[in-house]
Each structure stands twice: as structure tokens, then as C-alpha cells.
């Protein structure tokens, strides 16, 4: 049976990757320069693989290198989270959050109750605002997590839910139908506006953006009073709304990701506790519908995830 790999070994592993040198890493472990070298060593010989390339005077991770470190954290999160387990001290301390305000009104309920009665001492700072603001401040250190649309393209969090993106207009007006459509959209940073503008363009459809923010709240109304259409993710959907689909000229979009981004905290325990406890929630978070009242039936949806939605469909209520 092969040896099991050492976790101290994989922490001064994460610790070099994070701080791009063997000299810090071992001074955040604690530890000689040296011992840190022979430590990489013994961990490369029992991985069998080269975990470090040169670069000039530095050392970078290899391609095993960079394989090998999302394991690692996730072996020294669930080191953590084990040792939690069994410690009859409750976790205390305070802790900052960021989520945009469209997930914030749909998740965040269910989250801070659920991590609320298993954490009672531990204190949350909540932030919302647009991802592209979270995933700076999570750099700059202003944020220990948070909640955000991922990006394919920076792979900057750990997708942890995955939802249509929805052409939606109000089910009182026919604003949809107009020759240059009315828009309402986040920021020009936002993916879900690029998304509907390529769309948009793709169809060789006339449009006009006549109102732009980061607030979900101006946006849904916009949305609500039929001055604009938008869209929106399946959690951002409200009472009124209708969903656009192929029979009313609108095709389909690409599915959102949902992540959670953590910065580098002096409590990853309350972290690794409240991430645990997000992924939990949005596992169990669905919005059944009673299929005989002509709205939306989101269990089938839920059900058919990575499937588009062909016809339109109203929303009279919750």
C-alpha cells in the first residue's frame, strides 16, 4: 500500500506557490531555507514528478506542480475541517463576505441561517457588489470570500452552482416585441450584458441599452415596470416576470457559473466553515413550482441543466 503524502510537506508547498518564493514560504512555516528545499524533495520523490521549473533565479511550478496544489489545498482545507469536527470550542471571530445583490437576495437567507445557528460567536461583514468589485477587493485583502459569477477564462473560484441565463421581460407589457428593443444591464464589465449583446448581434436584432447599473434592484425594475428587458439568472427571477424563448425570437444563452473566491485569511477555518456551509445551501436552494398553474416548473429545469428552454413562460407568482 502506498504511503500516504505529508501534510506538512503540502502546506510549505502551498506556501511557495502563494508567495512565489522558498524564502518566504519558509519563513511563513517557520522553517530553514533548507529544510524547506529537502522538504520539496522528499515531496517530489514521492509524487514521482517535477514540481518546480526554473525561471531565470526563480522557481515556478511545473504543470504537476500546478495539478498537485489544488489537491493539496483541498487535503489541507479537509485537515482543518476535521479537526473542527471534533473541537468542542465553537469557532469565534468576524468575518467578511461579498456577493452581488441578485445572489444576495436569493441565497443569503438560507446561507447566513444555516451557518448562523452552527457559528452563533462568529460575526459577518456582508458586501454587495458586482463581481468584477469582489474579485478586486478579495486581492486586495478586504474580502475573506466571496460569492461570485465565475469566469471561464480567469478560472478565478471554485464553481460550486451552475444555472441558465434567461431572456426576461414583464409579463404585463410586450416590451420584448418592439422594433429596437428597450434594454436594461449591469455595468459594461458585466458577462451576462456581453452575453446578451453577442446574442443580440448574432440575430441581427435592433437594440438600445437605456439603463445601465449594478443594482439587480434597478435592473428587475426596469424589468418589472416594461420599460426594458434584460436577463437574468434562474435564482434572479421574480412574481410577473415572463421567460423569453425561440417562439418569441430569442435564443438561447450560455449558462451562468456560480463560484466562491477566498482571500488570504488569518481565519480559513471560519472560511473553510462558511464556504462548506454556502455549497451546502445552494446544493438544497430550488424554487419548485405547481406544474397545473401554467408557471414555470424550475424542478424540471433543475432537473435539465445544460438543456435551453424553447417556450416562453409566465410567472404569476411564488
Not at 34 to 59: C, H, W, Y
Not at 60 to 85: D, F, H, V
Not at 134 to 139: A, R
Request: with cysteine; proline share 5%; hydrophobic share 40%.
Amino acid at each position: 500500500m502506498a504511503a500516504p503524502l505529508d501534510l506538512d510537506q503540502l502546506q510549505t508547498f502551498i506556501q511557495i506557490a502563494d508567495t512565489g518564493s522558498f524564502t518566504k514560504a519558509a519563513d511563513e512555516v517557520h522553517r530553514t531555507q533548507s529544510a524547506v528545499s529537502m522538504q520539496m524533495r522528499r515531496l517530489e520523490e514521492r509524487i514521482g514528478k517535477p514540481l518546480f521549473e526554473k525561471d531565470g533565479r526563480t522557481n515556478r511550478l511545473s504543470e504537476e506542480g500546478e495539478k498537485l496544489l489544488s489537491y493539496a489545498r483541498r487535503m489541507i482545507r479537509l485537515n482543518r475541517e476535521t479537526l473542527a469536527a471534533f473541537d468542542d470550542s465553537s469557532l469565534e471571530g468576524h468575518i467578511r463576505i461579498g456577493t452581488p445583490d441578485d445572489y444576495a437576495d436569493r441565497f443569503l437567507p438560507e446561507i447566513m441561517a444555516r451557518f448562523s445557528r452552527s457559528n452563533p460567536r462568529v460575526e459577518l461583514s456582508v458586501v454587495c457588489e458586482p463581481t468584477f468589485n469582489l474579485v478586486e477587493h478579495i486581492k486586495r485583502g478586504n474580502l475573506d470570500l466571496a460569492l461570485v459569477t465565475h469566469d471561464d477564462v480567469r478560472s478565478q473560484s471554485e464553481v460550486v452552482r451552475r444555472e441558465p441565463l434567461l431572456w426576461v421581460t414583464s409579463a404585463n407589457h410586450a416590451t420584448h416585441e418592439q422594433d429596437s428593443l428597450p434594454l436594461a444591464f449591469g455595468r459594461p464589465t458585466c458577462q451576462w450584458r456581453r452575453h446578451a449583446c453577442d446574442a443580440l448581434d448574432a440575430m441581427n436584432r435592433e437594440y438600445r441599452i437605456l439603463f445601465t447599473s449594478w443594482s439587480a434592484t434597478v435592473i428587475i425594475a426596469a424589468v418589472m415596470s416594461g420599460l426594458a428587458i434584460s436577463v437574468l439568472p434562474e435564482c434572479a427571477l421574480r412574481p410577473g416576470m415572463r421567460v423569453l424563448g425561440e417562439a418569441d425570437g430569442f435564443g438561447p444563452l450560455p449558462d451562468i457559473k456560480i463560484g466562491i473566491m477566498r482571500g488570504h485569511s488569518t481565519k480559513p477555518e471560519i472560511v473553510d466553515a462558511l464556504a462548506r456551509h454556502i455549497t451546502e445551501s445552494l446544493d438544497n436552494i430550488s424554487v419548485p413550482m405547481a406544474e397545473d398553474t401554467g408557471s414555470f416548473d424550475f424542478a424540471a429545469l433543475n432537473a435539465l441543466r445544460g438543456r435551453r428552454l424553447k417556450p416562453s413562460h409566465v410567472m404569476p407568482g411564488w
